[in-house]
């Protein structure tokens, strides 16, 4: 059997390209040998500035229609102050439960299919009772200074190796940014054997 490799994946749940991507990165972990390295990011990182996102999101919002549309899947922005944070940080202690895939599908779905504000402790809290995490050590997460500086110490990693934007994944040397870039993050652990089999 192939050994398994690290891809490596930055992440906001703020962005609506994450969730466009939620709906199939999955695949690369099924599918291949290959381990999810899991890099939450909080509040702008990874994502265009404050200023730059006002000129942004009317044609990002086309953008993303047309996507999702094609993709037959709801879409329903969040309120534009949505702040992802509490979500990134849960996501470690999700990771650490062993409902991390389940944590990013239900969070994304409360965020763009239902249009709700996960930046506020409630919707986050409802999530995490369908999936089976326990209310106090969800709310203990949402401040845990560790888990806060994890978000930031990912966003500097994502820097420090030239990343722009999320989704992104790293596998080895090589980078992919975006959703649209999934299938390239595939033909690559093609090229290195990796499909189960």
């Known amino acids: 059997m192939p050994e398994s490799v690290d891809v490596k994946l930055f992440f906001n749940f703020r962005s609506p390209y994450c969730y466009i991507a939620s709906k199939t990165l999955f695949q690369i972990y099924d599918d291949y040998h290959a381990t999810l390295v899991w890099r939450p990011l909080g509040g702008w990182s990874g994502r265009s500035s404050p200023d730059r996102a006002k000129v942004k999101v009317p044609l990002t919002r086309q953008d993303v229609r047309r996507i999702t549309q094609k993709m037959g899947i709801p879409m329903n922005p969040p309120p534009i102050t949505t702040d992802p944070t509490l979500a990134g940080a849960a996501s470690l202690l999700a990771e650490e439960q062993g409902v991390l895939r389940q ?7 409360a965020e763009w299919a239902l249009g709700l504000d996960i930046g506020e402790e409630q919707v986050l809290l409802d999530v995490g009772e369908k999936i089976g995490l326990e209310r106090s050590s969800l709310q203990e997460a ?3 200074p560790d888990y806060l500086q994890q978000l930031e110490s990912n966003w500097t ?9 999320v989704p992104s994944f790293q596998v080895g040397e090589e980078l992919f940014w975006g959703s649209d870039r999934i299938e390239y993050v595939l033909d690559h652990l093609n090229e290195l054997r990796l499909r189960r089999i």
């Open 103 to 109: 944590w990013i599908v239900e969070v994304m779905r």
């Open 142 to 144: 949402f401040v845990n």
């Open 157 to 165: 990693e994502a820097q420090n190796l030239g990343l722009i934007g």
